[in-house]
């Protein structure tokens, strides 16, 4: 952490990579010469992005475009899918939905260490099944945005009720403790 900056190129590590989306808490920086010992690990816009160690193994999302430039460290994997093939979108969906990342926990207990792991072999050898149609990824894209978001209006609205509920207990237990019912 000595060797991170305040500002420069985005490194991405499994802390910021997360189902739901990517955390920028934490964002560590790299100097121009930093970056460029990390050619080899360059994010590009609508990457993939994957945890392949430890108790965050298997996480996923899609790199925002405002931490771009950026690399990755050792324990994120970037996948990259053919653009006019497989929608970055409709795989992120896919590798967090149930089966797949059951799969990929699976993957990642096989190493039989002390700590889960996913290899770039493990990867590459997962069978990807998708609509060959991009128009049919998209559609199913938009629908599970939707869902998400009509999700997280539940839960907000969950979440004042919980509050007020919380809210009422309060004042129904200080008004029995002070007499008042």
Do not use: M, W
């Amino acid at each position: 952490e000595a060797a991170y900056k305040s500002e420069g190129i985005s490194l991405i590590r499994s802390l910021n990579v997360y189902d739901v989306g990517f955390r920028y808490e934490k964002l560590a920086f790299l100097d121009d010469a930093q970056a460029n010992d990390l050619s080899n690990v360059v994010v590009e816009q609508n990457d993939v992005l994957l945890n392949i160690t430890g108790a965050s193994v298997a996480r996923c999302c899609i790199v925002p475009d405002d931490v771009l430039p950026a690399r990755v460290n050792q324990h994120v994997s970037i996948i990259r899918p053919v653009s006019d093939k497989l929608n970055s979108l409709f795989l992120h969906y896919l590798l967090i939905s149930g089966p797949y990342k059951k799969l990929l926990l699976q993957a990642g207990e096989e190493g039989g260490s002390t700590r889960q792991a996913l290899t770039k072999t493990q990867i590459q050898a997962l069978k990807i099944r998708y609509p060959k149609d991009l128009r049919i990824q998209l559609e199913i894209v938009a629908k599970i945005d939707t869902l998400s978001q009509e999700t997280k209006c539940l839960e907000a609205v969950y979440q004042q009720k919980i509050s007020a509920l919380n809210e009422l207990k309060k004042s129904l237990l200080h008004q029995a403790f002070s007499g008042e019912l």
